[in-house]
């Protein structure tokens, strides 16, 4: 091979060099921007979420209603702040608890019987009443609504809701029973004596009738009038 070839040779492979360096460097660059713009992207919607969930919490923990999450088996995995106001606990009292642990055993199998229905068929609830007991032991009546959870696979993990307080609401529902059944009372009574008094002035408009037909020497006038 002449010193002319060998040259050209170099020639040849120097600038393939340079080419597949070349193409490398701008593979390299296109990657870096792919990945700056992927990563601001990630960190964009990871801010997003960030700010969503502080959201979601300053509302779960301000709300006077108790949002709660608990898993297939129905243990608490998520406890709002509010459930300190509703039952006196704090929620990391109840976390990793059964969610019927408030409940007294009639009122948790009474409970458990209604909300398996629901979960039998993995479909929301709403309304569900419960007697819960708060820490001091009296009485709270809530009224329960949730949701199913699934995974990614669809595959069910339990349960999403929130538990309003309606005791006062129930107590003022069962004030106003109790007033419409003294009123009904009342009016019944008031509707027997005015029958009573008709029956009465009837008797007694006989009792004259006949007491005119009777001479007053006679004994029976006497006891009639008495």
Same mark, same amino acid.
Not at 114 to 129: D, R, V
Not at 187 to 199: E, Q, R
């Given at each position: *091979? ?49 700010? &969503?969930? &502080? ?9 006077? @209603? ?40 009639? =009122? ?14 993995? +479909? ?6 419960? +007697? ?30 929130? @538990? ?8 003022? =529902?069962? %004030?106003?029973? %109790?007033?419409?059944? *003294? ?11 005015? @029958? ?31």
């Amino acid at each position: *091979m002449s010193e002319s070839e060998y040259h050209l040779l170099f020639l040849i492979i120097g600038t393939t060099f340079l080419i597949i360096i070349g193409a490398a460097l701008f593979w390299v660059k296109l990657r870096t921007k792919t990945l700056k713009a992927e990563i601001m992207e990630k960190e964009k919607i990871q801010r997003a979420l960030s700010i &969503s969930e &502080s959201r979601f919490k300053y509302l779960a923990d301000n709300s006077s @209603d108790w949002i709660w999450e608990f898993d297939e088996n129905e243990i608490f995995t998520y406890v709002g702040a509010s459930v300190e106001k509703l039952l006196g606990y704090k929620p990391e009292e109840l976390i990793g608890q059964s969610a019927f642990r408030p409940m007294n055993s009639d =009122e948790e199998k009474k409970v458990l019987h209604e909300f398996l229905q629901f979960k039998s068929s993995q +479909i929301p609830f709403t309304s569900l009443i419960n +007697i819960n007991q708060h820490r001091d032991g009296s009485n709270v009546i809530i009224e329960s609504s949730g949701v199913p959870i699934f995974d990614n696979d669809g595959d069910f993990k339990g349960y999403r809701g929130i @538990d309003r307080d309606i005791t006062e609401r129930i107590n003022l =529902e069962n %004030q106003l029973r %109790q007033s419409h059944k *003294m009123e009904a009372i009342g009016t019944l009574a008031g509707g027997i004596a005015h @029958d009573f008094n008709n029956i009465l002035a009837s008797i007694l408009g006989y009792a004259e009738l006949v007491r005119d037909t009777v001479p007053e020497s006679e004994k029976a006038h006497y006891n009639i009038e008495q």
